[in-house]
């Protein structure tokens, strides 16, 4: 056994720490998109909350103080959400991830500074006035600053210390006396809050590594196979190639061997030349055969490997595939709808290649599609055509360059740059999978304006469908 050199141990080292080094931003990428994800309820709740308090102090608080604090907290508001669009429109990339982070910790910092401050709005009350009021206000605070910000313990912590501090000040030092155990108590719970953030950001990061690196072992899987299609199509024509170069010699040797052996210009002197123009005759009609043989068997003239046909239940096999991603489009706010013709049609096809097709479709579309957009799914037999498949999102749409990009097997890759990377494979399988089926894929898109992906399969692979029988060829 040998041992790799000191030297070639250095670099591969170095190419795992560079890999380790990706992976982290890629994770840390993902954790400042998911914080500046679906913003719209959490700065509604924040006003909406702002708005409670106001109507509750509105007869015991100085009115234009309260309408001060609830002027501040609606602008510091309106500037968080702006600032969130940007972040939206611009789909920075890691480089830029930490100063995303701290302008969001800021905006944070400051809301809670604000809600800090409504302390001041109470009316002065006895020792113990207020203590349940400013209790409750601390758990909601806390609750509300877990829900929206503990992806990130920068953030969580910029919020919920300066807005839970001045009511905790006031539990523990009521009345200028002060309250040790209530000290006690509230910073444990500060430290509690700090830590399960702390918990939640790590398990949340653990999530999102797992399901980047899956990801990116299913694209390598897939650019895997596709070279693996072009090595067989590659040798498929080489084989094709040879076999022509050899059967033309073949036929040369096979004729002239037998005008030999039948002794076609004049006998031949000794008998020994017609026993080897015998073998010559027979070894080369054998050659020649294993050839003929090998061409028929790999069939060469065919683009497409055969595959194994079934029966097709095209509504089950969209849900199957919307059901991948209902929870992830769920989460990114991504209204994800399926639109099955009733009944549903059936088709002689391979249920998992179709339903890869799907899968593929979907998942760009989901990728694509900024929070609050709509992704329809359907499946319908338009009359006097085949079964149609359709995905159409609100996504962010391509130009005519990359849709021709995405479909060509020489451009196509997972890690080009751009704001379409990693579209490119998903589609070219999806299109290889469908010209299986003798059916083809049409893009439809527009920076902008979304993306549609119709899959169009041929009526001869349709089947009857009537409801509570099984499917009958179609004639």
Not at 78 to 107: C, D, I, K, T
Not at 280 to 291: F, K, Q, T, Y
Not at 318 to 329: D, G, I, L, N
Not at 370 to 389: D, F, M
Request: aromatic share 6%; glycine share 10%; proline share 6%.
């Amino acid at each position: 056994m040998r041992a790799d050199s000191p030297s070639r141990q250095a670099g591969n080292g170095a190419a795992a720490a560079s890999a380790r080094r990706r992976a982290d931003a890629d994770v840390e990428l993902a954790l400042v998109r998911e914080l500046y994800g679906p913003r719209k309820p959490l700065l509604a709740a924040n006003l909406g909350g702002a708005a409670l308090l106001a109507a509750v102090l509105w007869d015991s608080a100085v009115r234009a103080e309260l309408i001060l604090w609830s002027a501040l907290i609606a602008g510091v508001t309106v500037v968080r959400y702006a600032l969130v669009r940007r972040f939206n429109a611009l789909q920075p990339g890691s480089e830029g991830a930490a100063f995303w982070v701290w302008a969001y910790a800021a905006g944070a910092f400051w809301g809670g500074v604000l809600w800090g401050a409504s302390v001041a709005l109470f009316p002065a009350a006895g020792i113990d006035g207020n203590g349940q009021a400013f209790v409750l206000i601390i758990a909601g605070l806390s609750a509300a600053g877990m829900s929206g910000y503990a992806v990130c313990p920068v953030v969580f912590v910029a919020f919920l210390v300066p807005a839970t501090l001045p009511f905790g000040w006031h539990l523990f030092h009521a009345g200028g006396q002060f309250k040790p155990s209530f000290c006690a108590l509230f910073f444990v719970w500060l430290a509690l809050m700090v830590v399960v953030a702390l918990w939640r950001s790590r398990r949340i990061a653990e999530a999102i590594g797992a399901e980047g690196a899956a990801a990116e072992q299913l694209a390598r899987a897939s650019v895997e196979r596709e070279n693996a299609q072009r090595a067989s199509e590659t040798k498929a024509r080489v084989v094709a190639q040879l076999s022509h170069e050899l059967r033309t010699p073949l036929n040369a040797i096979v004729g002239f061997s037998e005008a030999i052996k039948h002794g076609v210009f004049g006998p031949i002197g000794n008998p020994r030349y017609s026993a080897y123009a015998d073998n010559i005759h027979d070894s080369g009609r054998h050659l020649l055969a294993v050839i003929e043989r090998a061409l028929v068997d790999r069939a060469l003239g065919s683009d497409m490997p055969p595959m194994e046909e079934g029966d097709v239940d095209l509504g089950e096999v969209a849900s199957e595939a919307a059901a991948v991603f209902e929870a992830r489009a769920r989460q990114c706010a991504i209204d994800l709808v399926l639109a099955v013709e009733d009944p549903a049609p059936a088709i002689r096809g391979n249920a998992t290649k179709l339903k890869q097709v799907l899968i593929n479709l979907v998942s760009n579309a989901v990728k694509f599609t900024p929070p609050g957009g709509r992704i329809v799914l359907e499946v319908a037999t338009p009359r006097g055509e085949g079964a149609v498949l359709r995905v159409a999102d609100t996504g962010v749409g391509m130009d005519k360059e990359d849709i021709a990009a995405a479909l060509d097997p020489g451009t196509a890759n997972p890690r080009r740059g751009g704001p379409d990377a990693g579209r490119g494979v998903g589609l070219l399988i999806a299109k290889w999978l469908i010209e299986l089926h003798g059916g083809r894929l049409v893009i439809e898109s527009a920076p902008g304006m979304g993306t549609t992906a119709t899959v169009r399969l041929p009526r001869e692979r349709l089947l009857l469908r009537v409801r509570g029988a099984p499917p009958l060829p179609l004639r």
